[in-house]
């Protein structure tokens, strides 16, 4: 019996929750909310609101989509507690009644890397004085109305009169705390105005100039024609559900469980390579993707939020329902962590800024096993110069019996993506000639993430089963294997590459 069935019971997440159904039936209250700008139920038990705070700047500088749906974090009336965690909970467990996030990338305080608001949130909501005692059901426009005052830091002003000493100073260090929040997201979004500014003045043409920010999308001439349906507005519905359901037919498979397929066209691999460039030439600051690639930037930063949004949505999403249908955490991707990596092998040239020489484990070359912190992975290769070698190596998934097994290398093409789960170890192989940069989208489940959080899923999607077999010499990782030390004596030091991990 495989991992995934065997845990499939486990890894059951609650959509419909039925506070969630309830509060759906109340959209109609939001009408009068100046600062809702939108509403609708996505499905069942989903709800999205778009939200504006009242003031032009800080968090009020765009609108914001809040989802509310799903059982609460800490909430325990769809699952059961080991005796452990209800401690950790407490005498009343449920911290928080239903789901709230936010779901773009936010810098706030009480809201975590998945967009989820912390049991903070409910304070304001009426509370069980007593264990056993029933709360007052929030309704959908207190919880629109919390939202905004977030947005707003007006929900720190309820408490400031009559606060002294520790109350006093808890106040204070709240009110920081949502001021760097705030200040971190505007820098944010000054970067993204700024850059769009630049490429205007120098009269360049840029893939984030030519729509407006919030609204940008996928055009169809960018992706290759046996997709382009998928991304085109105008297609009929019966067309785009042919295409939707049809995936088996538009992909390779490589290897178990992983996925080929071409995505973009050239030329648009090129437009968005210029786009990196021109960025990185303005010296406008930037995160890198990870602590393994520091060559890359993350382009949820710079303003193609939007366009990997679409992609998750109308691609990656739909693609994985087809094909991972044991998968229950890739049936329901609704937000991602998108960047670019570069790797070159430049030779003699290939100094550091201290002309010193790189090192081969900095991910300037290649990029060593380890895991994604997805629950899916698309990776694009948008080529470069011309590159030799760099194949990506797949091993199992971690948790499975064979997780450090060879399973598949695979070539990278212009233009071309490849699928696979987000425990499926993998790593970059050194390029041996040129340069490649790679487009990567960590696709992820909000639901699945918060039940993981508070324990009531195994991390990863797949508790550990028992390793059959000797390791493979390339399937090994110093910093994420516990007996790498132990693997290697018996393996023997030659060729062993050094391994980092990811966040």
């Keep these: 019996m495989s991992t995934t069935t065997r845990s499939r019971q486990h890894l059951v997440l609650h959509h419909e929750h039925p506070l969630s159904l309830r509060l759906a039936l109340q959209l109609s209250e939001l009408k009068d909310l100046t600062n809702v700008l939108?509403?609708?139920?996505?499905s069942p038990g989903l709800i999205e609101l778009t939200l504006q705070a009242g003031d032009p700047e800080g968090y009020g500088s765009r609108s914001w989509?809040?989802?509310?749906?799903?059982?609460?974090?800490?909430?325990?009336?769809?699952?059961?507690?080991?005796?452990?965690?209800?401690?950790?909970?407490?005498?009343?467990?449920?911290?928080?009644?239903?789901?709230?996030?936010?779901?773009?990338?936010?810098?706030?305080h009480g809201v975590d890397d998945a967009g989820f608001c912390?049991?903070?949130?409910?304070?304001?909501?009426?509370?069980p004085k007593r264990k056993g005692e029933v709360a007052m059901e929030p309704k959908l426009v207190d919880i629109a109305k919390v939202a905004i005052s977030w947005l707003e830091g007006s929900h720190l002003?309820?408490?400031?009169?009559?606060?002294?000493?520790?109350?006093?100073?808890?106040h204070e260090r709240l009110c920081e705390q949502w001021e760097h929040g705030e200040q971190h997201m505007s820098k944010r979004?000054?970067?993204?105005?700024?850059?769009?500014?630049?490429?205007?003045?120098?009269?360049?043409?840029?893939?984030?100039?030519?729509?407006?920010?919030?609204?940008?999308?996928?055009?169809?001439?960018?992706?290759?024609?046996?997709?382009?349906?998928?991304?085109?507005?105008?297609?009929?519905?019966?067309?785009?559900?042919?295409?939707?359901?049809?995936?088996?037919?538009?992909?390779?498979?490589?290897?178990?469980?992983?996925?080929?397929?071409?995505?973009?066209?050239?030329?648009f691999c090129d437009l968005l390579i210029k786009e990196i460039d021109s960025f990185?030439?303005?010296?406008?600051?930037?995160?890198?993707?990870?602590?393994?690639?520091?060559?890359?930037?993350?382009?949820n930063d710079i303003g193609f939020e939007p366009f990997m949004t679409e992609i998750v949505d109308t691609l990656i999403a739909p693609m994985c329902e087809a094909l991972y249908p044991d998968e229950i955490i890739t049936c329901a991707l609704d937000h991602h962590h998108s960047f670019v990596v570069?790797?070159?092998?430049?030779?003699?040239?290939?100094?550091?800024?201290?002309?010193?020489?790189?090192?081969?484990?900095?991910?300037?070359?290649?990029?060593?096993?380890?895991?994604?912190?997805?629950?899916?992975?698309?990776?694009?290769?948008?080529?470069?110069?011309?590159?030799?070698?760099?194949?990506?190596?797949?091993?199992?998934?971690?948790?499975?019996?064979?997780?450090?097994?060879?399973?598949?290398?695979?070539?990278?093409?212009?233009?071309?993506?490849?699928?696979?789960?987000?425990?499926?170890?993998?790593?970059?192989?050194?390029?041996?000639?040129?340069?490649?940069?790679?487009?990567?989208?960590?696709?992820?489940?909000?639901?699945?993430?918060?039940?993981?959080?508070f324990g009531h899923v195994a991390l990863d999607g797949s508790p550990r089963e028992t390793e059959t077999g000797e390791p493979d010499r390339l399937c090994l990782s110093k910093a994420n294997d516990r007996d790498y030390e132990k693997q290697l004596k018996r393996i023997g030091s030659a060729g062993i590459k050094r391994h980092r991990t990811v966040f």
């Design 342 to 453: 570069r790797y070159r092998n430049e030779g003699d040239n290939d100094k550091d800024t201290d002309g010193s020489k790189k090192k081969d484990e900095d991910g300037n070359k290649g990029l060593d096993m380890h895991h994604d912190a997805s629950e899916a992975t698309l990776n694009v290769c948008l080529g470069r110069d011309n590159f030799t070698s760099g194949g990506l190596r797949f091993c199992g998934r971690f948790g499975d019996r064979n997780h450090r097994a060879s399973s598949h290398i695979y070539s990278h093409t212009k233009g071309q993506a490849i699928l696979h789960l987000g425990r499926h170890r993998h790593g970059a192989d050194d390029i041996a000639n040129g340069e490649r940069i790679n487009l990567i989208v960590w696709a992820r489940n909000s639901t699945y993430r918060g039940a993981a959080a």
């Design 280 to 299: 990185e030439s303005t010296k406008l600051p930037c995160r890198r993707p990870n602590t393994m690639n520091r060559l890359g930037l993350v382009v």
């Design 189 to 267: 979004m000054d970067v993204i105005r700024e850059y769009a500014h630049t490429m205007t003045a120098r009269g360049e043409a840029s893939l984030l100039t030519h729509q407006p920010a919030m609204t940008r999308h996928i055009l169809p001439e960018w992706i290759v024609p046996p997709l382009r349906l998928c991304f085109d507005e105008n297609t009929p519905n019966t067309s785009l559900e042919s295409c939707l359901l049809d995936w088996k037919s538009l992909v390779t498979e490589v290897g178990p469980g992983i996925y080929a397929f071409p995505l973009f066209t050239s030329e």
């Design 118 to 127: 912390d049991a903070s949130f409910f304070e304001s909501f009426e509370k």
């Design 157 to 170: 002003m309820k408490n400031k009169n009559g606060a002294n000493g520790e109350d006093e100073s808890k």
């Design 65 to 108: 989509p809040l989802r509310v749906g799903g059982a609460g974090l800490g909430d325990d009336d769809d699952f059961e507690y080991d005796p452990a965690l209800a401690a950790m909970l407490g005498d009343v467990p449920s911290r928080a009644p239903v789901a709230v996030r936010f779901a773009v990338p936010i810098a706030m």
């Design 38 to 42: 939108n509403y609708r139920v996505i």
